[in-house]
C-alpha cells in the first residue's frame, strides 16, 4: 500500500522556520522525483520545490528559492522541506506528492503527480 505521510507543520511566527516531513512507503521511493506542492485557502494548486531521485537536482518556485531547502534520504524513505524566513502568504496545506514519468518538474497539475500525501497545515501569523 502506497503510503506519503507528512509531518511538522503548524503555527509560527512571521520570519520563523519549520521542517517538514514526508514518510514514504511502499512504492520504490529511491527511484522517484518527488516534490511539495501547496495550497492555500480558496486558491489552486502552487508548486513549491522538486528534488530528483539523487538528491543532488533540484528546482525552486520563485516563492520558495532562497528560504525553502528540499532534501531526500533515500535509506530513510523520506522527504523534508525546511522552511526558513516564512510569511504570512506560506500559509497553506503543503503535500509531498510522486512526479509522474515525463511531467515538468514545475508541475501545478494534480493529475502529474501519481501519490499524494495528506497534507499538514502551515499557518504563519503573528
Known amino acids: 500500500q502506497v503510503q506519503l505521510v507528512e509531518s511538522g507543520g503548524g503555527l509560527v511566527q512571521p520570519g520563523g522556520s519549520l521542517t517538514l516531513s514526508c514518510a514514504a512507503s511502499?512504492?520504490?521511493?529511491?527511484?522517484?522525483?518527488m516534490s511539495w506542492v501547496r495550497q492555500a485557502p480558496g486558491k489552486g494548486l502552487e508548486w513549491v520545490s522538486t528534488l530528483g531521485t539523487s538528491g543532488f537536482v533540484n528546482n525552486y518556485s520563485k516563492v520558495a528559492e532562497g528560504r525553502f531547502t528540499i532534501s531526500r534520504d533515500n535509506t530513510k524513505n523520506i522527504l523534508w522541506l525546511q522552511m526558513n524566513s516564512l510569511k504570512p502568504e506560506d500559509t497553506a496545506v503543503y503535500y509531498c506528492?510522486?512526479?509522474?514519468?515525463?511531467?515538468?518538474?514545475?508541475?501545478?497539475?494534480?493529475?502529474?503527480?501519481?501519490?499524494w500525501g495528506q497534507g499538514t497545515q502551515v499557518t504563519v501569523s503573528s
Open positions: 511502499g512504492f520504490l521511493f529511491s527511484e522517484r522525483i
Open positions: 506528492a510522486s512526479l509522474r514519468d515525463g511531467k515538468s518538474w514545475s508541475s501545478k497539475k494534480r493529475d502529474d503527480y501519481d501519490h
